[in-house]
């Protein structure tokens, strides 16, 4: 089976920059997804991972060390709109089912 | 590009009765669509995996006869909570494989209340 750990809930200010980490243990591998949702929404995808490094995608960053099983997701600039919950999510294969980790509630104070 | 519409995106219905919601693709061809359940502030947790033409794949412990998974097109998905009882009030959300550098693409959500 899968699992997926992460942090339930991080505070930061404006301005800041936020760290989500996310181990997993998982019978196969095919990467490693960051997803946001806001309150009463979906989730959005904002980054994906399948080898090891660091994608950057605007003040979003993902991070995968597969030896690891680790990956974080970077929040920099933080900005109010970015209170939300993050998820990680892991899939054993393109197009199968992806297993989510228990989410991040992110709340940005002024 | 790559867009789900889930239908409805709020429905209150009476206990025993039966909710059916929908999700199309609408630029694409979703061969293979998810079902996930989402209680106030936990994660998404996946109900079942349904493929065009075939029977769905349930996760343990989701009642296949209560969830009726129909998948009978390439572009429509849907899912009929049978007999809705109260502790069904949940946020059911899809999503596709879209087989592209897309990924996958969740539909907005559909809020269920049974009361």
């Known amino acids: 089976g899968q699992s997926l750990e992460q942090p339930s809930e991080v505070t930061a200010v404006e301005g800041a920059i936020v760290q989500i980490n996310c181990t997993y243990q998982?019978?196969?591998?095919?990467?490693l997804s960051w997803y946001q949702q806001h309150d009463g929404g979906a989730p959005t995808f904002l980054s994906y991972?399948?080898?090891?490094g660091l994608e950057e995608t605007g003040r979003f960053s993902s991070f995968l060390s597969r030896s690891d099983s680790y990956g974080y997701l970077l929040l920099q600039e933080l900005q109010m709109k970015d209170s939300a919950s993050y998820f990680c999510?892991?899939?054993?294969?393109?197009?199968?089912?992806?297993?989510f980790g228990g989410g991040t509630r992110v709340l940005v104070k002024p | 590009g790559a867009v789900v519409s889930q239908h409805p995106s709020w429905v209150i219905c009476k206990s025993g009765t039966s909710v059916k919601i929908e999700c199309r693709s609408l630029?694409?061809?979703?061969?293979?669509m998810f079902w996930y359940r989402q209680f106030p502030k936990q994660s998404l947790m996946l109900m079942a995996t349904?493929?065009?033409?075939?029977?769905?794949?349930?996760e343990q412990g989701v009642e296949k006869d209560k969830f009726l998974i129909n998948h009978a097109s390439l572009t429509l998905s849907t899912l009929t909570v049978t007999s809705a009882h109260p502790e069904d009030s949940s946020f059911y959300i899809c999503?596709?494989?879209?087989?592209?550098?897309?990924?996958?693409?969740f539909g907005s959500g559909t809020r269920l209340t049974v009361v």
């Open positions: 998982t019978s196969g591998f095919y990467g």
């Open positions: 349904s493929n065009e033409g075939s029977k769905a794949t349930y």
């Open positions: 999503s596709a494989w879209t087989g592209s550098n897309y990924g996958y693409t």
């Open positions: 999510a892991v899939g054993v294969a393109a197009g199968n089912k992806l297993t």
């Open positions: 991972n399948a080898l090891d």
């Open positions: 630029d694409f061809q979703a061969t293979t």
